[in-house]
């Protein structure tokens, strides 16, 4: 007989089976977020489903170049980085500056004794050991062990080699020696953990102004006193304010794909400008900016061939007390003369040029007006019609009179022939072109341009000239180079010119897009397609990260160039400023109306 002697068996009573309690609060939230798993091997681990290795730098060239980490950062990779700065006893390290002085000291003495010639290696070796000495004697310099590790993460174990042959390939373009961690990934994998754990300890001595230039991007602050808020500096999160008058020139020039956020950009500019009471005009080719002009009580200008706003490109500037009018006179006929150029599509020869010079001299006589004699007394100014009359009488002038036909008689007529009846009494005037053909868009623009740089010369003061798709007046030469005069001569009339284009390849490759590069003293470049911004980078100077960073720069994003400052830039507006933005007229009509009826 069997004696089964087992206590589940046993009649003395239930015997209570351990439970385990279910985890609260806390800890069951990290057993949820845990992985099922972790593995580490000889040279990496794998955690659940994803594969990962750690590298770390073992040496360092003889100089190292300011950002260089910037070629690893800006990879297009998911890794963790982790730079750990030791500071060493200055103490100690001077007394093993000595020693090492005295040890090459006394290499050099025996090379010589042994009639040798000298070694440069060991003559600057010295040097560099003297001089680091010395500073950090006068506290200039610290001593540093540093270490820095990177650990990458791929989806299978194929991929992380193929990544890390990539990140060892970027080390060594910058001659810094790295490798894998070998037996201590799980180490290395908690040291790249933002826990400031440093368990591989592997470091290398370096002063402080080298270990400077770890930090992966060299970034200036542009704030100015008395400037406007631009948005948020993307490194540091810190304000961007600028005051475009406080630079060489206050002209900017935005270089952008559409749909990046220029026009947005220049509004905000606009909204804020007038806060500072700074007059704002506007060339407007698309009516975009008209929402922004009702909102701020401004002057909107239409021209179209049937608007009731004219613009007579023959009315000369108002004068000032003592000013020369002969210089003034002779300035405004060469402005006459690229005007006509445009109207007849092509440049003038020097027998033409001579005839239309002599013609307008004529049809201003005929109205009293000599350019020694002024014109403040004047009570009406020549117009298209009356310059085509004295051509028409002028030995062979008849020929460009038939080509001034479409803009006297013709299909165009009623735009350029018709006294002035437009001021720029508000501190907020846009001018319309969407309503005129396109043919005539380059023309628009050269007219209001030239209208308001007449007006803006007989009162200085600080104002802000936004042309917004200027390649339009760039496509001709003749406009290009009478852009090109107004920006030059912007700052003396304290007047701050912002181009704006979306054509940027042809703007660049313009013959006058460099010099107007060239004076533009700020400089915001968004989104550009890849061919764009490899140009972008030569005439720049850009970074390969910065270059990289505009292929892939989402709505509102930038580099702002200011002077020598330059900052990754997002522009930022409150909700109100955007609300003011993204409305259009019509809604603001709407709007209107619901007032009118009581709503």
């Known amino acids: 007989m069997i004696n089964l002697n087992l206590p589940f068996f046993s009649k003395k009573g239930k015997i209570k089976i351990p439970f385990q309690k279910e985890l609260e609060g806390f ?22 489903d994803i594969y990962g290795r750690t590298l770390l730098v073992l040496e360092y060239p003889s100089y190292l170049i300011g950002a260089w980490l910037s070629k690893v950062i800006i990879l297009d990779e998911p890794f963790n980085l982790s730079l750990f700065f030791h500071p060493v006893d200055t103490g100690a390290t001077l007394k093993k500056l000595e020693k090492q002085l005295a040890r090459i000291e006394a290499q050099i003495r025996e090379t010589e004794e042994k009639g040798k010639v000298r070694s440069p290696e060991l003559e600057v070796a010295y040097k560099n050991v003297e001089e680091l000495r010395d500073m950090l004697v006068q506290a200039e310099e610290r001593m540093l062990r540093v270490s820095l590790y990177i650990t990458l993460f791929a989806n299978d174990k194929k991929e992380l080699d193929l990544k890390t042959k990539k990140i060892l390939k970027t080390f060594e373009s910058s001659l810094i020696s790295s490798k894998q961690v070998m037996f201590q990934q799980k180490e290395g994998f908690i040291s790249t953990l933002p826990l400031c754990l440093d368990e591989i300890n592997a470091s ?16 200036t602050d542009i704030v100015d006193e008395k400037g406007i808020f631009m948005g948020v500096n993307l490194i540091d999160g810190g304000v961007v304010i600028l005051d475009r008058f406080k630079y ?15 026009s947005y950009t220049s509004k905000l500019e606009i909204m804020r400008s007038l806060m500072m009471n700074m007059e704002v005009i506007v060339l407007d ?40 009018t002969y210089d003034i006179f002779k300035e405004h006929i060469s402005n006459l003369i690229i005007l006509i150029e445009i109207l007849i599509g092509e440049r003038l020869s020097s027998e033409e040029l001579a005839l239309i010079d002599r013609a307008l001299n004529q049809t201003y006589a005929a109205f009293n007006i000599l350019p020694k004699k002024g014109w403040e007394k004047a009570e009406i100014f020549p117009t298209l019609n009356d310059f085509e009359k004295v051509l028409r009488s002028t030995v062979g002038g008849e020929k460009i009179a038939d080509r001034l036909y479409p803009y006297i008689e013709g299909s ?28 005539l868009r380059s023309l628009g623009m050269f007219l209001a341009l030239s209208f308001i740089m007449n007006k803006i010369k007989r ?15 760039m ?9 090109l005069n107004v920006i030059k001569r912007g700052r003396k009339y304290q007047l701050a010119v912002t181009n704006i284009t979306q054509d940027v390849e042809d703007f660049l490759n313009s013959e006058y897009g460099k010099p107007i590069i060239t004076n533009s003293a700020i400089i915001f470049l968004m989104k550009q397609s890849t061919a764009t911004a490899d140009l972008l980078k030569q005439i720049f100077y850009l970074s390969e990260g910065e270059k990289n960073f505009l292929v892939q720069a989402e709505r509102g994003n930038g ?19 955007d609300q003011i933005i993204k409305t259009r007229t019509d809604q603001l009509i709407a709007l209107e109306k619901a007032k009118e009826i009581g709503f």
């Open 27 to 48: 800890e069951k939230i990290k057993e949820l977020m845990a992985p099922p798993g972790a593995n580490f091997a000889l040279d990496y681990f794998q955690i659940g």
């Open 204 to 219: 290398y001595h370096l002063n402080s102004s080298t270990a400077s230039s770890f930090f992966p991007f060299i970034s």
């Open 248 to 262: 060489e020139n206050p002209h900017l020039l935005i270089l952008a794909r559409s749909g990046s956020g220029k």
């Open 285 to 324: 080719p698309e009516n975009e900016y008209q929402s922004i002009c009702d909102v701020y009580g401004g002057s909107f200008i239409p021209l179209s061939l049937r608007a009731d706003y004219n613009l007579n490109p023959f009315d000369l500037p108002s004068l000032i007390e003592n000013e020369n």
């Open 412 to 439: 165009f007529s009623g735009f350029l022939n018709k006294q002035t009846n437009v001021e720029l009494e508000n501190r907020l005037v846009v001018f319309g072109l969407k309503d005129l053909p396109e043919v």
């Open 459 to 473: 009162q200085i003061k600080r104002r802000l000239l936004i042309i917004d798709e200027a390649w339009w007046i």
């Open 475 to 483: 496509k001709q030469p003749f406009g290009a180079e009478f852009l």
């Open 559 to 577: 580099i702002l160039i200011a002077g020598n400052k330059r900052v990754p830039l997002y522009v930022l507006a409150s909700y109100a400023e």
